[in-house]
């Protein structure tokens, strides 16, 4: 991510508080190098959405998702990156702080089973 900049209104989305320059590819093919996301602060996150976070001092951008005992999962969206994927247990000391939604105008699929190896 590169520095926020001022919003041009009739250009940003409904809602959006910040545009933030992309630099990786994380979360190809919806957020590719050179795009640009739009940012909402505050409020909640929905599984699923993509979010900005503050992990263990260092900020992300992923794919949120919380399963049905409170573990917490920030995935690349790009699945060929999930080695960037975040996995935070539930009680655990690390968290996940989220700073900003990212606006889009569709869902990002949650992540399928992964492929068997070899």
């Not at 545009?19 to 996301?37: H, I, K, R």
């Amino acid at each position: 991510m590169t520095e926020t900049d001022s919003i041009p209104r009739k250009k940003a989305p409904a809602g959006a508080d910040l545009a933030v320059g992309v630099t990786d590819d994380l979360n190809a093919p919806w957020l590719s190098p050179g795009d640009t996301m739009f940012l909402a602060r505050g409020g909640s996150i929905a599984p699923g959405e993509l979010g900005v976070f503050i992990v263990g001092g260092q900020t992300v951008c992923r794919q949120y998702v919380e399963d049905s005992e409170g573990n917490v999962y920030l995935f690349a969206a790009n699945r060929a990156r999930r080695s960037a994927d975040i996995r935070l247990p539930a009680g655990s000391a690390r968290t996940a702080q989220l700073l900003a939604r990212v606006l889009l105008p569709f869902r990002v699929p949650l992540p399928g089973p992964e492929p068997p190896r070899g």
